[in-house]
């Protein structure tokens, strides 16, 4: 507790994980209280005020349905953020006991291992991600474990890594020497060693899992409509480009800022956990 | 309002708008050039060479272009001379005979007479084959050479519509020993008598077709090329057109229409159609074999602002019958009026008390099937349906969805005749019979008016078969579609045509200002 609250103070001291923190901790809250916040109905349609601009009654404007753009954006941000998050815990987890498994155990098994996360690896991500939702078929939660998966072998070899410097060390040799079970030394010795690198990763991941979701969405495989995810809100917008800018205007400056919100949070831990980059 | 009104008006009196549309067409002082070519962007990719496979407007368009019909299909619905010069039929329209164009040429140099003719309309009428038209040719029983340069095509039943039926885009000449020895090979190397020859085609990307210089009618086709490109994505092909990368567009999609039209140098082109989207529901699976479920779900849809969402206005409401005011026997009636309450009642009674949930299935392409399945999930709320939306990449949908799902946006484009659009789709031997109504008494009204040649029985005929339909609902058809495309001002004798499967191109032009000129 007191090792979290010493980082959090260290983070706010560098202006971009003060700026990440601030503006996570907003989205996590919009996130959860979105649906809520929003003032109206995000399907309703207003037919008489379609492609209404920024007004007091629509503070964002609305669409091409007459849908009040704030409630939509505000809706979607759970979709959106929420499963991006997700997506990320499945594949840094994932990935990360993967990782620390063939790196503890070595040997054969660890080249297998590896050599196995390299050919997956040499796969685009969103090359992966799209042909398993090829093979899922397209919904928002099979977008999230097909990032998921798609992100686990990135994953699996910096956890790797930091598993093969840290098993070396003398705690784990004691560990070892005491009769320990391997399990209890990937748990208990290894793994709270090697979580910093792994939690800054994650962090950055979730900036590009909400863009990946958002592409997914805006290829037509995530996300169904009437969904006010932000990236079928885009993909949908489009046409409609000419006549009012509102529409793909508002969620793609929301994506922007969760994307950017991450990428600095990332960055403030970065700093901040990592000893060496303090120099 | 009173703008639909007139036109609707003006759609009605038909033959007085193709005779305004020759005046306006023979109205520029110009002659027409020849030479240069037409870049053409097209949204969903010819894929189908074989052209007595094709099922879509860039097929239809490709068809068009490589082959040669019995007879082709005017912007009035009528059908005007295509390999064949004249026809005539006995009086109780049963045997018909069509004269032959002598001296046709295939591309492969050989000769085309009625024995291509009569081996042509075995294949189409060879249920193996799989035409997707073979229902629509009318009751053909027999076709027969007559010498070398006429045929006889006798019918089971009476048929008057018959040169109109031939018109079908699947309809056309191919040569008598590749349909004998090497019919597959069409679907790679198309050998026809068309205005134009295929030179490239890349799937999803582009088709080029050059000049067919030993064509039938002397000085056509004026243009040396036609390259038809695949656009997947139509703000590209428009952002095409107005940068002048291609000189235009035969589909715009609604939403994009006002800006396009306004654009310089670019004209916009609009013609009223019974082009439809209707949403197929199968009526042997439940839900939708319960007829009060069809009618509750036709109870709400708000027609005039559906046609404003999902046409942006570029179209007319719909009645839950395939025939609008474009088609000469249309019996108007008033519009059904959105009432979820009674809808609500409707489905309670069916046993559906706390509502019902539906899963819709739209393709991507075009944009608005998309549309349409929000505005009725969203629509139909009050009404007690809890419908969610799944779209669908359209190659996918063609393959597992389209004559198979239970609950789908379709989308059809206008037929020449009431007939055809009923026997395409609604009737119990309809090729394409989605909704699997099979009335019996729906199929006696269009079979009797099918045989008939007296427009007033038709007239009635006709009208009980719309009436059946509002009635029954076999499927939901909400909103026609004008036909919307886009040309560069330079491009000169292209009539758009309300069916949207014709396109007649060999009578293009290119203005001098043309930049693709000699």
Not at chain 2, 117 to 142: C, H, W
Not at chain 2, 450 to 476: C, G, I, K
Request: hydrophobic fraction near 45%.
């Amino acid at each position: 507790m007191q090792a979290t609250l010493k980082t959090l103070r260290a983070l706010m001291r560098s202006p971009q994980g003060a700026v990440g923190t601030i503006l996570v901790t907003l989205l996590l809250f919009i996130s959860v209280f979105g649906p809520m916040l929003a003032p109206q109905d995000p399907e309703s349609f207003n037919f008489g005020s379609r492609f209404s601009e920024p007004t007091s009654q629509f503070l964002f404007g609305t669409d091409w349905f007459g849908r009040d753009l704030l409630s939509r954006v505000l809706v979607g941000a759970r979709s959106t953020v929420l499963l991006a998050i997700l997506a990320t815990i499945i594949g840094t987890a994932s990935g990360a006991l993967i990782g620390i498994f063939s790196g503890f155990v070595g040997g054969w098994i660890d080249e297998v291992i590896m050599r196995t996360i390299d050919a997956v690896m040499a796969i685009p991500g969103l090359l992966l991600a799209l042909m398993i939702l090829t093979v899922l078929g397209s919904s928002s939660l099979n977008a999230v474990i097909a990032i998921g998966i798609a992100f686990a072998p990135g994953m699996s070899r910096i956890a790797r890594s930091t598993t093969l410097s840290v098993r070396e060390l003398d705690y784990v040799s004691a560990a070892r020497a005491r009769g320990e079970s391997s399990l209890w030394i990937i748990f208990a010795e290894i793994l709270p060693n090697m979580v910093a690198p792994v939690i800054v990763e994650a962090t950055i991941r979730v900036a590009f899992a909400i863009m990946t979701l958002a592409t997914l969405s805006f290829l037509g495989l995530g996300a169904q409509p009437p969904s006010s995810e932000w990236g079928l809100m885009i993909a949908e917008a489009r046409e409609h480009m000419f006549r009012s800018p509102w529409p793909i205007l508002v969620p793609g400056v929301a994506i922007a800022l969760v994307a950017i919100a991450f990428n600095l949070l990332g960055d403030g831990l970065r700093d901040v956990l990592n000893p060496h980059a303090q120099e | 309002m009173k703008i639909q009104l007139n036109r609707r008006q003006l759609l009605r009196m038909s033959a007085a708008g193709a005779a305004l549309a020759v005046g306006i067409g023979a109205l520029p002082a110009m002659a027409a050039e020849a030479g240069g070519t037409l870049r053409l962007s097209v949204n969903i990719t010819p894929g189908v060479l074989n052209p007595m496979l094709v099922r879509a407007a860039a097929e239809y368009m490709m068809a068009e272009m490589l082959y040669s019909g019995l007879t082709s299909l005017g912007t009035d619905m009528t059908a005007q001379p295509d390999l064949a010069t004249e026809w005539s039929s006995n009086e109780d329209a049963t045997e018909w005979r069509f004269v032959l164009r002598e001296g046709v040429k295939f591309s492969n140099g050989q000769a085309l007479t009625s024995a291509d003719v009569v081996a042509s309309f075995a294949k189409l009428l060879d249920p193996e084959t799989g035409a997707p038209g073979r229902r629509n040719l009318g009751p053909i029983k027999s076709v027969e050479a007559d010498g070398d340069f006429a045929v006889i095509v006798t019918t089971q039943t009476p048929f008057a519509d018959l040169p109109v039926a031939l018109t079908y885009p699947t309809a056309k000449v191919v040569p008598a020993d590749i349909i004998a020895n090497d019919f597959d090979s069409l679907a790679q190397v198309p050998v026809g008598s068309g205005p134009f020859r295929l030179q490239e085609f890349r799937a999803d990307e582009i088709s080029v077709l050059v000049k067919n210089p030993d064509y039938f009618v002397a000085g056509l086709p004026y243009l040396d090329e036609v390259q038809i490109k695949t656009f997947p994505d139509s703000a590209g092909s428009s952002a095409a057109l107005l940068a002048g990368e291609i000189d235009m567009m035969h589909d715009v999609q609604p939403t994009d229409f006002a800006r396009i039209d306004a654009a310089a140098g670019v004209t916009g082109l609009r013609t009223p159609s019974g082009r439809f989207l209707d949403v197929v529901m199968d009526t042997t699976v439940a839900p939708f074999d319960d007829i009060r479920v069809r009618q509750a779900l036709s109870l709400c849809i708000d027609r005039q602002a559906m046609v404003e969402l999902v046409a942006e206005g570029y179209g007319t409401p719909g009645n839950d019958s395939p025939i609008n005011a474009a088609y000469r026997y249309f019996a108007d009636a008033p519009l059904k009026a959105y009432d979820p309450e009674k809808a609500k009642a409707l489905l309670a009674e069916a046993g559906y008390p706390d509502g019902l949930e539906l899963e819709i299935v739209a393709s991507v392409k075009p944009g608005y099937r998309s549309t349409m399945a929000v505005v009725l999930r969203e629509m139909a709320k009050p009404g007690g349906f809890d419908i969610s939306v799944k779209t669908m990449d359209h190659s996918t949908y063609l393959d597992q969805v389209w004559k198979k799902g239970k609950f789908y946006v379709g989308f059809y484009n206008m037929l020449p005749t009431e007939g055809m659009s009923f026997n395409l789709l609604f009737t119990s031997g309809a090729s394409w019979n989605e909704t699997k109504w099979n009335n019996a008494e729906f199929d006696e009204y269009v079979r009797k008016a099918d045989e008939t040649t007296d427009t007033a029985m038709r007239t009635d005929l006709y009208a009980n078969a719309q009436a059946l339909m509002q009635a029954e609902v076999p499927a939901l058809i909400p909103c026609f579609f004008d036909i919307l495309g886009a040309r560069a001002d330079y491009v000169n004798g292209y009539d758009q045509h309300p069916r949207g499967a014709s396109f007649a191109f060999h009578k293009v032009w290119m203005g001098p200002d043309a930049p693709q000129k000699g």
